[in-house]
């Protein structure tokens, strides 16, 4: 036997076997009445003691997939598939065998550990409650009377609130499109989803940023495709990178969040955004822009222009949402792209969800007409920046010898590179007992020793406590 348990492996070594071994008898491999190898034969091949193997045959056992014969051995059971014998359902083989991957275990550990606990939450990419409109909502909905159908939308989402993106994108980002151009999706995750599952096959190469918050996502993964990087320092990404990744493994599409990056808070630089276009038109690869970040920035003299507003040969799928500028919970994203590729999504969005929920359309399309808009989006930068720079001041006077950071110019994330060898696990299970949660840097990139701290998502009040807690953390690291 080629197969060997993971001792790494979050699934208890006693259900790995259990679940070989049930899925060579599913396969046919071992028929029904077919003689096991022995407990001790078995330990001995896995590398594993005797007990462990014993407690994998009681799982089958229990499940009736095996019989035990006292003089013969261990077998498959004889009726193992027919109807005089009632199952439980093996559900961590279901689970296990499943082509659409779960999030890597440490986000969930810590997706864990913030909710329902009371921990300062420098880890979500969120918005705090203090960000967020409410009283604009509240205005909204006791001011205007919905009369919105609410049967199935559009397949490519509602058109008032297509038409009211079309104008926003005009206004605040430059960029010409239509609303037959425009599809809503459920955030800007859903639309990354989309552009996989339809746009791409099994074992196309696909390029993404290194760091970035696209490398923590199974969604590649669980689409089958080959991922390769393209490291990001300072100034963002080197376009030629692009064309040195094509030539050697002809990838298929390039993901990129060019504008305040996550994690980095990097800017690409405008003669890089027009090199990647330049590219792309040379090469006919499609550019996938994430830009959560672009009117976020802190800084009037700052270039912030899209890629999207750049494109002038139809190369750019352009994605953003509300999540960054108004509210995470309103679910509503949109791809702009070319028709036939909007009309593609728009189909397999409708196959799984028939649509998006009318009620949040209605109310992001309110959102974007009114005055309060461009108001609120004035009132959110500088609430950052003060987040920014109340968190920077702590940070020099509370762990300067602990890291270092590169100010960033816009966006909700603070980059951190350890100094000391630090351990970023192991900071985090402190910092957790601690009462603070951040990224570690490795869930968001191949280089390790750093972390990601999310000041948009801490409360303003909590952010000297927090860095408090984080110091303790470092504290009890490194005396």
């Not at 405008?270 to 990647?276: A, G, M, Q, T």
């Not at 020099?396 to 590169?406: G, I, P, V, Y």
Request: overall charge neutral; charged content about 20%.
């Amino acid at each position: 036997m080629e197969w060997k348990p993971e001792k790494r492996s979050d699934i208890p070594i006693y259900q790995q076997i259990a679940n070989y071994i049930q899925k060579r008898i599913a396969y046919g491999e071992y028929p029904p009445g077919t003689l096991l190898p022995s407990e001790r034969a078995l330990a001995k091949e896995f590398g594993v003691n005797r007990g462990t193997v014993v407690t994998a045959y009681d799982v089958l056992y229990s499940n009736g997939m095996i019989e035990r014969i006292k003089g013969s051995g261990t077998k498959v059971h004889t009726d193992v598939w027919g109807l005089t014998r009632s199952r439980i359902p093996n559900w961590d083989l279901y689970i296990e065998r499943g082509s659409f991957l779960p999030n890597l275990p440490l986000f969930q550990h810590i997706r864990g550990e913030i909710h329902g606990k009371d921990l300062i939450n420098f880890a979500s990419g969120e918005l705090a409650n203090d960000l967020m409109p409410y009283d604009i909502f509240k205005e909204i909905l006791s001011k205007n009377e919905f009369q919105q159908s609410l049967g199935y939308e559009h397949p490519q989402g509602n058109l008032s609130l297509r038409h009211n993106i079309v104008n926003h994108l005009k206004e605040f980002r430059n960029i010409e499109c239509s609303s037959q151009s425009v599809l809503i999706t459920s955030g800007a995750q859903q639309a990354l989803h989309l552009v996989t599952q339809c746009l791409l096959d099994r074992g196309d190469a696909i390029a993404y940023e290194d760091p970035s918050y696209a490398h923590s996502l199974p969604i590649f993964r669980s689409a089958g495709l080959k991922t390769f990087k393209l490291p990001v320092g300072k100034n963002g990404m080197n376009p030629e990178d692009i064309l040195y990744l094509y030539q050697k493994y002809k990838i298929k599409m390039v993901f990129l969040n060019p504008i305040f990056q996550n994690p980095t808070g990097s800017i690409l630089s405008l003669e890089k955004r027009k090199r990647v276009l330049e590219i792309s038109k040379e090469l006919g690869i499609p550019v996938v822009e994430d830009d959560p970040y672009s009117l976020m920035s802190f800084s009037d003299h700052l270039n912030t222009t899209t890629l999207k507003s750049l494109d002038e040969s139809g190369n750019v799928l352009y994605i953003s949402s509300f999540s960054k500028i108004a509210a995470s919970g309103l679910r509503i994203g949109w791809i702009v792209g070319p028709d036939n590729v909007i009309q593609r999504l728009a189909d397999a969005k409708q196959q799984i969800d028939f649509g998006h929920s009318i009620f949040p359309q209605w109310l992001a399309a309110e959102y974007l007409k009114s005055d309060s808009f461009e108001t609120n989006l004035n009132f959110l930068k500088e609430k950052l920046i003060h987040k920014r720079d109340t968190l920077l001041s702590i940070l020099e006077a509370e762990l300067s010898d602990h890291l270092s950071f590169q100010v960033p110019e816009g966006g909700i994330h603070l980059w951190c590179q350890l100094k000391n060898n630090v351990n970023e696990y192991h900071l985090l299970e402190a910092a957790l007992k601690n009462g603070v949660a951040f990224v570690p840097g490795s869930l968001l990139g191949t280089n390790s020793g750093y972390i990601r701290l999310t000041f948009g998502r801490v409360e303003s009040s909590l952010i000297e406590e927090g860095i408090l807690r984080l110091k303790k953390s470092f504290l009890q690291l490194t005396n």
